[in-house]
């Protein structure tokens, strides 16, 4: 064994977390807050209603762990090849991701999570130097990181159990907290680092609805389920995201003021039949009402903080180190990256965490900073830059020149979803340096400029 680790939270990072450092050889136990979210009687599943758009930094994560396992977990996804927008009169028009092929994939949030907790069952000690369990209503009320001056002392944890009068007292040698935007790991650890740490709600709320299975028996799916769905609308928009059972999650983002005033059967009625007719025609209008109604109103929180560890002996990743608004499809994907980077860090540091940890924090900062700016940044694209004739042209430019020119120019959501190779700090550099060059041959043919930017590429000149 390397050691015994503490994960809090057993989401979709803390899982992967768990399942990635027991293949390492680490005796890993998760504790989870909730109760078993695959439980028939399970309430409170603490499961957002956005559905999940799956990567290549995340699937690269699964299949570092286990190929077989990335198999299996994401056994239920869907592939999405692009955007398709969705006029007021109901028109729509494709925009793809990439020009080969390109995908991300669609997975409810839900059998995702149940998929990855079915696997740490499966987890074989017998074929593993390491292990992994799972306690579920486990809050933690207390983190005591021991002596300072000795980087071996433990860290003892307590837990408060549902039900139970009696705290449980239990010593590891790392935590890791994924415990989500609003994590206590984050908390405890805030009182032993000098962490800057800052949180802002976004002026957006979002609805959860829903896009029932086509009545049509040769065809379950009413609209493409090859595609993201968006109605793009400026200040607000909808979104439909496909499931296997022919149905669409859709999400509704507006500002709140507009949302909370949207409250008779009415005035429900009235606006979404104004702004997304064919819409209403998918989701049913009595449906739609009723769901709009008493459907939760969800917040959208980014945070950033840093640094990410304390020692050697407790680190934040995911939600609790990096909570983003979900319109890059990146927050997921980035979480389990940090899976990927932290568990890479360790072995390269022979294991020893302190040196890990550090590392982490000192390399992962600017590439977190990087993505929360550019999932910012992407509601307005999909709001609005989506319909617009120079978005439209850029994009073409982009897709021309990388075509022309292979890796010598990437678009950036390429970038961003399809080449994990490329950290997001590095892909906002190149993308401002791709348009500071189309901003110099703005006014050549776009053929002049591609074999311009080739020959002084060739030439290793720097523009």
Known sequence: ???????????????????????????????????????????????????LAVSNRGI??????????????????LPMK?????????NQA???????????????????????????????????????????????????FGNDNDEHSPVELTFRRKNSNDDVHLKFDMVIGADGAHSITRAFLGKKVRMDYSSQYIDKCYVELYI??????????????????????????????????????STFFGPWKLTESLRTEEQISS??????????????????VRAFQNNPKGSLLQVTCSPYHFKGKCIIIGDAAHSMVPFYGQGMNCGFEDVRVLTELLKKYKHVSEDAFEAFTETRHKDLLAILSLALANYHEMSAKVTSNLYKLRKATDGFLHKLLGDHWLPLYTMVSFRDDIPYH???????????LVSIFGGVTILSASVAILYGLKRGLKI
């Open 82 to 90: 692009g955007r398709m927008i969705h006029d007021l009169k109901g």
């Open 60 to 77: 690269r994560t699964l299949r570092m762990i286990d190929p077989q396992m990335a198999e299996r977990v994401l056994a239920d996804v």
């Open 271 to 288: 606006f979404f039949s104004d702004q997304f007719p064919d819409a209403v025609n998918l989701i049913g209008e009595k449906s739609l």
């Open 212 to 249: 029932p299975p086509s009545d049509d028996p040769s065809n379950k799916f009413s609209i493409s389920p090859n595609h993201l769905h968006i109605w793009p609308r400026v200040d607000f928009m909808l979104i439909a995201l496909p499931n296997t059972d022919g149905s669409f999650t």
């Open 426 to 436: 590095e892909a906002l550099e190149i993308e401002a340096n791709q348009h500071r």
């Open 94 to 144: 494709e925009q793809l991701y990439g020009l080969y092929g390109d995908a991300i994939y669609s997975i409810d949030r839900g059998v995702l999570n149940e998929n990855l907790l079915h696997e740490i069952e499966l987890f074989d000690e017998a074929k593993n130097e390491g292990s992994i369990q799972t306690k579920f209503e486990h809050k933690l009320v207390n983190m005591d």
């Open 1 to 51: 064994m390397k050691g015994n680790v503490a994960v809090i939270g057993a989401g979709l990072v803390g899982a992967v977390a768990g399942l990635s450092l027991a293949h390492e050889g680490y005796n890993v136990t998760i504790f989870e807050l909730r109760a078993d979210p695959r439980l028939a009687d399970t309430e409170d599943k603490n499961l957002r209603s956005i559905n």
